[in-house]
């Protein structure tokens, strides 16, 4: 297995992340977590920190503010690689993405520079979720994915795997995007670059315990952003 870094953006999620942190050292002797949190009110860092104090494995980028789901993932990729991480894998800090899938994740790698956790690979894998935001999500995966013509079925995912060389070149500094669109701005540009991608299923859990970040405003933001996406891929500046 080769040296890997787990990226855990948090916020307020003290509730779950001592659990979350346990699951995911049990996965492998080479995987390192990294959790970026932006000022948890609740104390999620001081959490992490107590855990880290023990484990060398696990490291805590604090920033100062909530500054977004994007740049969080951007600031743990780049210190994830100077670090030396070969593998990258983002994933959600609530269960969502349950860390049973882990393996997988690294088994699919093997012969593919991106792999994608997806929740619509094999019909519509969610649990708990309202029927609103479950049909409002599957279709705005449709409609991004024929959009920019991108050959996956899950295009907004938040649990993925990136080789290094995936992350050193599509330019996570140009990166405009957060939210659902930072999942498709990412897998667009990877794919843009000519990356191998791999898609495997998985059954999504609603949140298991706090509250969700998601919004509609977040899903109606990516519906126009990918339009944004294509244009500037016609144009060669993506």
């Known amino acids: ?7 855990v953006p948090t916020y307020n999620e003290k509730q779950n992340i001592d659990t979350l942190i346990s699951a995911l050292l049990e996965a492998g002797p080479d995987i390192r977590v990294l959790v970026v949190d932006d000022n948890s ?3 999620t860092a001081a ?18 503010d909530k500054m977004g789901l994007g740049s969080a993932y951007i600031d743990g990729f780049k210190l994830a690689l100077a670090q030396g991480a070969e593998l990258v ?28 956790g997806s929740r ?25 994915r024929i959009i920019t013509g991108l050959p996956v079925h899950d295009v907004t995912s938040g649990f993925k ?4 060389k995936v992350l050193e070149q599509i330019d996570l500094d140009s990166i405009i995007s957060d939210g659902y ?14 990356f191998r991608i791999a898609e495997i299923p998985i059954v999504f859990v609603d949140r298991h315990s706090g509250t969700s970040k998601m919004s509609n405003r ?21």
């Open 181 to 194: 669109c930072f999942q498709i701005e990412t897998t667009f540009r990877s794919w843009r670059k000519g």
């Open 1 to 7: 297995m080769a040296n890997t870094t787990i990226v």
């Open 89 to 116: 894998i983002q994933m959600d800090a609530d269960f969502s993405h349950d860390p049973k899938y882990i393996g997988e994740l690294l088994k699919a790698i093997e012969d593919s520079d991106l792999v994608i």
């Open 218 to 238: 977040i899903v109606w933001e990516a519906i126009w952003k990918v339009w944004w996406f294509r244009l500037r891929a016609l144009a060669g500046r993506m």
């Open 120 to 144: 619509y690979v094999k019909g519509v894998n969610v649990v708990n979720w309202p029927i609103q935001r479950l049909l409002l999500s599957y279709c705005a995966n449709v409609y991004s």
């Open 41 to 43: 009110p609740d104390g």
């Open 161 to 164: 795997c990136f080789r290094r």
């Open 47 to 64: 959490r992490v920190e107590a855990v880290a104090a023990s484990n060398p494995r696990v490291q805590l980028l604090g920033r100062p």
